[in-house]
DNA sequence: AATAGATTTGACAACGTTGACAACGGAAGG
DNA sequence: CCTTCCGTTGTCAACGTTGTCAAATCTATT
């Protein structure tokens, strides 16, 4: 009824435990004749090696994933590339979604690491931008692999993945630009956004390497959101752009309705394009031309940085890696008329 | 530099690391005056309990929560609802997310349970609709929580969460009645997909009670996304419907788009709600009346279950509950012109 | 045939915790 | 003063595994 474990399935080949606990490890030292018997009464009994025992016995087996504002969708799909990853080799993930303005984040994830057994952490924006945090967790000799928006790495505390959207909003900008568009429009920026900050940038780099001006009137202040796309639109609108580059997919979606609201088509009158590649971008009508970013993979890539590290006492082996993003070509951006 | 352990603790105040143990774990004999300073030490040494250590002691301290379509909204909020219940509770979470038309399912969940020490596990839709599969982890004496929609619990293997999405139907479509509509179209009906037909249950119930016809050209076939909800809008606007019943948000939000691409003004002309609440419905404009699914709370409810029989020895103390939704009502509905 | 060396196996401790049970000390009752 | 009892504390084994090291066996070399 209960549980097989090592010493059963060893009684049951008539070995000594130690024996089979080799075989399950695929340690070199024991004889063919012996592993074969081994593995069939393992079979035989469907034993499961007890997870648990291990990790007490061994380094930790698992990781953490912090994240922050966790009803974003590109949290789950970060979080099923590490679940993927986290299979393959045997590791385990635990899950903490935090409160970013809280003050003991630190202390949370501490407490975590200590009680849990967690080897090594995985830190998204904006707790990724916390230095502090960082080398707090470092002492207490966590292994941290931070995921950023960058073009480089910003320090060498710790690897990093950085994932370079400024490249891709000027991408997106130069795309619009090469269709023809000469007065475009940014939707998005906020001081304490940090990813509008590096898409502005972005931005500014495609419009001036081609010695294009930037229009302060066409920079417009708002929020994430469908109603400040809205909003945003209603003022950008006034300059007439032949485009709009909205910061993120749902500000585009605000856009798109509140053009069409104020009597232009989309996007025969504007262009308009989204950033994000969200669900929301095939929600509307046209689809939204936007950027692609791999998060899935990303995160498949952080996890295995993060049990590389675990595994190996080297920390330096492991090297912080860039990502570029695409765009995804679709419907909403077309030449000006 | 390592980790103190309760032992260190034990030193440091000068008792037996048993004692230790019992103050940690608030059992009763304990003179106060040795718990006092036991408590220090704790704090001095900033020992945290080896959760490990503890789950190989005594029973199982995790569940897994086990889903399929990994990237709806749904899922990440249920998570965190059971996230939040773990925590309270110093329980672990796994995290499992499944191909329902694979084979293996089964064994799959059965490897977890057997080598992570697994002792519940919460299952969604389409799974939990799998009788077989709850047998068979039954079998394995893991104590299992269901959340499926219906009135009902639908037998007494296990405990269930039953959302009643009939009776949320019915109410939506009470509310477009009591608005003045006469003539409503049902969009997403699919014979596979379970919900649908619980939706399209709900809306009939409402019409035959009032005495009211059922127009099978109203009630229109079709998948749930917004290309669809377009498609299925362009039929549905041939019946001249005074309001658009979509069996959920994404649907809905193709079914404005399309109305008014065919001329028809939302809600002027067309009131048309949806169903999940889901963050597209304040993506699109107006914003969608809708129902709500509180899933956090579903989910905290089901992860409550799960410990429980965990806990107590005596399953059948843990009973099924259901949940009821409620209308969110926006601007995309009202009387009819 | 004897010895060294390599390969294979086993005995045992250890990881950090809890459960079972024993031991201690003092208070209450005779 | 001795017993009984209760509240408090301690000792030890156990959970299922891996690491260490020694024992046993086999192989090759002289």
Redo the contacts between chains.
């Keep these: 009824m209960k549980?097989p474990t090592i010493k059963d399935v060893a009684k049951l080949a008539g070995v000594s435990f130690k024996t089979v606990s080799r075989v399950v490890n695929k340690e070199a030292s024991v004889s063919d004749e012996v592993r074969t018997k081994v593995l069939e009464c393992i079979e035989k009994l469907?034993y499961?090696?007890?997870?648990?025992?291990r990790?007490?016995r061994k380094a930790p087996f698992s990781l953490a994933f912090v994240y922050d504002n966790?009803?974003s969708?590109y949290?789950?799909?970060m979080?099923?590339g590490i679940?993927s990853e986290c299979r393959e080799r045997g590791f385990?993930?635990?899950?903490h979604?935090t409160d970013s303005r809280s003050e003991d984040v630190g202390k949370e994830l501490a407490?975590m690491i200590?009680?849990?057994?967690i080897g090594g952490v995985i830190l998204t924006p904006p707790l990724s931008e916390n230095r502090e945090l960082v080398t707090f967790l470092l002492n207490r000799d966590a292994k941290v692999v931070r995921i950023l928006s960058g073009a480089e790495a910003p320090d060498t505390l710790a690897p990093v993945i950085h994932v370079d959207d400024v490249g891709a909003a000027r991408k997106m900008t130069d795309y619009l630009l090469d269709l023809g568009h000469k007065k475009i429009a940014f939707l998005g920026y906020h001081a304490s956004h940090e990813s509008s900050l590096g898409r502005l940038e972005g931005f500014r780099t495609a419009l001036e390497s081609r010695g294009l001006p930037v229009d302060k009137n066409l920079i417009i202040d708002g929020e994430f959101t469908?109603?400040s796309g809205?909003a945003m639109t209603r003022e950008a609108l006034k300059g007439k752009p032949t485009a709009i580059f909205a910061c993120n997919d749902?500000i585009a979606?605000g856009a798109v309705?509140q053009s069409r609201?104020s009597g232009f088509n989309v996007p025969e009158d504007v262009s308009i394009v989204g950033f994000e590649n969200s669900?929301?971008s095939?929600?509307?009508?046209p689809h939204l031309t936007t950027v692609n970013q791999p998060n899935f993979d990303i995160a498949a890539c952080a996890a295995a940085m993060v049990i590389k590290m675990m595994q190996e006492k080297d920390v330096h082996s492991v090297e912080s890696k860039g990502f570029s993003l695409n765009l995804v070509v679709r419907d909403s951006a077309i030449k000006p008329a």
Tied chains: 1, 2.
């Design positions: 549980k469907n499961q090696p007890n997870h648990t025992a990790v007490m966790p009803n969708h949290v789950i799909e979080q099923n679940i385990e993930l635990v899950i979604p407490a200590g009680s849990n057994q469908f109603d809205m749902e979606a309705f609201l669900p929301f095939v929600q509307t009508w």
